[in-house]
Every structure is written in C-alpha cells, then in structure tokens.
C-alpha cells in the first residue's frame, strides 16, 4: 500500500464487500461493482482536534478538514458553504402530537440542496488528483451541484437527466455551463450510459458513491448535526432515500465520533429511510430481510430524488438502518404534496417534496405509536421547494378591480 497523501489523515480506502485495502491518493471508482469507503486515523485525530476546539472554528463543511480527505495544503473547491439551520417546528409539531420536532433545513447550502456539501469535496478530491471530465447522471439536484462546482474548478461536467427531471434543476445545469442531456430513461438508466460510455468519451464517472468522496462531503451532514446539537443527538432521524448517500455518510460520521470519544454514553439515533411507495426498493428489501435490494418497477414519484429504481449502495443504506434500531418506511405518494404544503404553510420553511414523504412516514410512526410525544424528533430537508415548479400550487384567484372589492375577497376571510 502506498503512503497516505502528507497532511491528511486517510491512511487508506476499504472495501465493505471483501474488506480489502485501497491505497489513499488515488483516482478511484468501484471495487467489485460497489463503493469504497474512506479510512482515517482517528487516533492521531483524537491527538489534534477536541470537541471545544472544533465548536470554536468558523465555517461549514471545511470546518472538519481534519475528517475530510483533501490534503490541508491544498485549497478546496468552495462556494462557500456554511452550517444549516436547525429549526424547532412548534405549529407542526403540535399537528402531529409531538412536543419536540425540528428540521435541519439544507436549502440554504449554495446550490439550494444537500448535494453542495457532497459535491464540495468530490470536486476538490477529482481537481487534485488530476480529473478534467466528469460524468454523472441525475434524477434533480446532483445534477445541478455538480456543475455548478466543476464551473467553479475549471473542469468539464457533462449529466444526463431524465426527461421528466425538473425544469430548474435542467436549465441550472445549462446555466452553470455543464453539456446537459435528456434521455428518454430513469436515473439508473442514464447511470448505464455514463458508465458504458466513459473509456469512448474520457470521463470519470461521478455517479452516487461510484466515486469514495462525495460521501464524505455528506458525512458532515452528521458532524455538524452532533455539534449544533451540543454533542447530544436526536432520539430520531427521518431521511429521504432515494441513492442514500446522505443517511450513509450520516451514519458514518456518527461512528467516527464515537471512535474519537466525543459522543460519551449515548444512544445513536434510530434511522428511518423514508421512500415514496411509489418507488420504494430499500423499503422492499428491509422487509424481506434482505442485504440487497432488487430494481423497484415501475418507479415513480413527484419528488425526483427519491425515484431511483436501483442504488449501488443499497447494503450500506440497510446495514446503517438496522445498525440504528430504525426501519425502511414508505409514504403515500398521494399525500406528499399535501404534507409539503402543510410544512411550508405552518412554517415558513421550504420544504422539498421528498421531505413530504418523510412527514407522511413520521405521522404512520406517530399513529402506531413507534415516536413518542416526548421523542426528539429531526427531519431533514435536503433541498429548497422553490426548484420544483412542478410541485408547487399554481392557481390564482382573480381579482376585478372594477368591483368593490369586499365581497370578492369575503370567502377567503375564514378559509
């Protein structure tokens, strides 16, 4: 194995199928069709950094430069990406019989979703290693992220988008200067063409966890959760699920502050992977018991992030449930919107649709009586309502300015 990179911790990369060892400092993909996982050396890290000492440090995501893999001495690919909210949810948390809801809002990360923070660290990762042209397919917001920061590198990006992908996170690809493509197919469909196509076209492909980086861009996802938290974290987690990056880097995270002694006696969260019944593959495959899942088909669902049929981490997403206590739900496709609606509406937060059907599993959990009133309850909101037109009410009542106007406005006093 060669030399860990100076100034950085990864001492190498780890195969979770045959445990085998990856050298650190390398361009890497897949290892036997599934990810590789970053290794650090948490004790020398116990020796350098302390929870007072990180509580101290400004910023967001480099903040934990320390647990991330780019080298110290080499500057990141940053649009400035900052800590999220965490906001307590009394209106909502009222309607649903619970005494302690809050959501981790991560619309206000520079691209409008959770995918910046990923992309942060992928794109400085692919920069530094040499990487020119990367490749990724995109069902929403990844699309977006990543060309957004390989503008930001000076690198190419090329996504393929299904054709029914939302109209913003398409036209902000074009904007951010990516070669956009639709093709008549779902995610896991224009991941194949990307990985087919990549010794003809001279890509890498950037697809969710067939690079190791991207996931450590979402592990601070749970670094920052445990800090905001004062080290103390929530009895209860609700993630949208779809390629399970996020829930797999948070469950990560959590671990490796357990290795450094800074979450003392305490129980980890019990994590719920929240999909749409409407494409529900890990949810299949926790109830049947099983390591993998299967291509859910036909798939579909409103909220574009959750619909993919087939995901190459689909072991790490079921192996972190089960590890937590916590279950692979579905909600209604039929009720997202309306729970997406409430949220905004009791709020004031802009919640996307796949955070809908997390609500939508919340309230199941709520009724049979698996989340208590007194449980502290955190639901995540990966990316902003604004960039689904699609999904957000359009019909305006029209006013006659030529008619008094009391009258027209009566019915709506009491509504």
């Known amino acids: 194995m060669s030399t860990p990179p100076t100034r950085c911790l990864v001492t190498h990369l780890e195969s979770p199928v045959d445990n085998s060892l990856h050298p650190a400092g390398k361009v890497h993909g897949v290892h036997l069709g599934r990810p590789l996982v970053v290794r650090y050396d948490l004790e020398k890290a116990r020796g350098l950094i302390d929870r007072e000492e990180m509580a101290s440090r400004t910023g967001g995501v480099w903040r934990w430069r320390e647990l991330l893999p780019l080298p110290w001495d080499i500057q990141p690919v940053t649009l400035g990406e900052m800590p999220t909210p965490i906001l307590d949810c009394p209106n909502l948390g009222r309607e649903m019989g619970l005494d302690f809801l809050q959501i981790k809002d991560e619309s206000t990360l520079p ?113 920052e959760l445990a800090l905001q938290c004062g080290w103390k974290l929530p009895d209860v987690i609700l993630y949208p699920t779809g390629g399970g990056t996020g829930l797999v880097g948070m469950w990560k995270a959590f671990q490796e502050l357990q290795a450094l002694g800074w979450l003392r006696g305490q129980a980890l969260p019990r994590l719920y992977a929240c999909q749409s019944d409407g494409c529900s593959p890990i949810c299949v495959a926790f109830d049947r018991g099983e390591r993998h899942a299967e291509t859910f088909n036909p798939a579909h669902t409103k909220a574009s992030g959750l619909r993919v049929p087939a995901a190459v981490g689909d072991f790490m997403i079921l192996e972190a449930i089960r590890q937590s206590g916590g279950k692979a739900l579905r909600g209604e496709e039929t009720r997202l919107l309306s729970w997406m609606e409430k949220a905004c509406s009791l709020e004031g937060i802009s919640l ?59 019915p709506f006093l009491n509504s």
């Open 111 to 223: 691209t409008g979703s959770f995918k910046s923070r990923g992309m942060t660290v992928a794109v400085s990762m692919a920069k530094w290693l040499g990487l020119k042209r990367l490749a990724a397919p995109t069902a929403g917001n990844a699309g977006g992220a990543l060309a957004a920061y390989a503008a930001r590198a000076g690198l190419e990006a090329w996504v393929f988008m299904p054709g029914d992908t939302p109209v913003v996170n398409q036209r902000e690809c074009l904007l951010f200067g990516a070669k956009v493509f639709s093709v008549n197919g779902l995610i896991h469909e224009c991941g194949k063409l990307v990985r087919e196509n990549a010794e003809q076209m001279g890509w890498f492909d950037f697809s969710t966890l067939r690079e190791p980086y991207r996931l450590e861009g979402k592990k601070t996802m749970g670094l």
């Open 352 to 410: 996307c649709p796949e955070s809908g059907v997390c609500l939508d599993v919340l309230a199941k959990l709520r009724a049979a009586g698996e989340v208590g009133p007194a449980d502290r309850v955190l639901v995540w909101n990966t990316g902003a309502a604004q960039k689904y037109l699609e999904c957000l009410p359009a019909n305006l009542p029209t006013i006659d300015q030529h008619q008094p106007l009391g009258p027209q406005l009566q």
